[in-house]
């Protein structure tokens, strides 16, 4: 009591703060303080299960790798299909593929072997289309309603209606079908899923198949026919969406096999 009350008639020292704390003179704090960070950097802050900081910044550091990886690959195949895109239309519109039609088959089978090649000997391209959720992979032959295009032009009398007919129609249905088979067939869960996926797979691609030496047989035997599609927009169909529609079943394809054979190594291992 005796040293309360004189703490209330003198008040506390100059050195001392209201919460007791001894506040040391400035040069022995600017001699403490260096040490104190020093001893505090060597020493990194233990955590629970025994995990520090720098363990933990090291497992963030590697976890956003990936990340980073997706989106360099991303950026890339980006600019790819740009610079794609802006040749593609601008040897259409100088008349390149009218004059050059033998080389169109070229521009549309080239793009889809470097495709091909790249994920077999590249893992990054592996990873970056892999990536790809199932149902987007699907969802994207939606674009193919733009085949509609060649049933207009042939409407005017401008395009051969057997090839209009051919690819316009299955172009068009594939396109359509499109949101429906991703939200109903995808992720497949059932092997009806499944069959039911590859089948539709199976008459997009059969379109191509078919479209493609179709149209080479009717520009040799009536060349003024297919005039229309040597020049854009139709060009571009042929020569730039039909390439990417078929990249987009190729890793769709993958994907689907890649599911059956986990699918059938967990059964295995269940069996074991």
Known sequence: MQLLTEIGEKGFPEDMTQKGVHNMPTE???AVAPAGLESSAERPLILSRGETTSNL?????ESMA???TFSSMSRTMLTIA??????????GWA??????????????????????????????????????DTRTL??????????????????????NGK???????LDAATGFSAPFAAHYLTPPKTAKQRGLLIAWMAVGILDFV????????????DPASMTAISIPPLSMITTFFVPLALMDYFILAVQLWRQRRQGDQSVTSDGK
């Open 210 to 221: 078919v479209a493609i030496p179709l149209a080479a047989r009717v520009r040799a035997s």
């Open 138 to 159: 699907v969802f994207m032959q939606t674009v193919r309603v733009g085949g509609i295009a060649f049933l207009a032009v042939y409407a005017v009398g401008k395009l």
């Open 28 to 30: 022995e704090n600017r």
């Open 163 to 169: 090839f209009a007919l051919w690819a316009g129609l």
């Open 95 to 132: 008349r390149f593929f009218s004059k050059q039609t033998r080389l169109i088959f070229l521009f549309v089978v080239t793009p889809i072997i470097v495709f091909v090649v790249a994920f077999v000997i590249s893992r990054r391209v592996q990873a970056w289309s892999l990536d790809f």
């Open 66 to 68: 990936p990340q980073r």
């Open 57 to 61: 910044s090291r497992e963030a550091t």
């Open 82 to 91: 740009i610079v794609w895109f802006v040749l593609d239309a601008t040897l």
